[in-house]
């Protein structure tokens, strides 16, 4: 799964958004797990992926704050 920009982020919908989120947390579990167990082959794919679930938080928080 690629990382994702902010501006493709803001493209996407509100449920595009929601499903990679929760594709992307979900990755997150997997790839501590690998970690934990040292099976994991690319260790900074971990921040990658928390930084990409950072992005989308922080647009999902400004939409809602302009919604108000």
Do not use: C, F, V, W
Request: overall charge positive; proline content about 1%; aromatic content about 0%.
């Amino acid at each position: 799964m690629a990382i994702l920009r902010a501006s493709e982020i803001r493209k996407m919908s509100k449920e595009e958004r929601r499903k990679r989120l929760l594709e992307l947390r979900s990755e997150l579990i997997r790839l501590r797990a690998m970690a934990k167990r040292g099976t994991l082959d690319n260790p900074g794919r971990i921040k990658e992926i928390k930084r990409t679930i950072a992005r989308i938080l922080t647009i999902e928080n400004e939409e809602k704050r302009k919604e108000r």
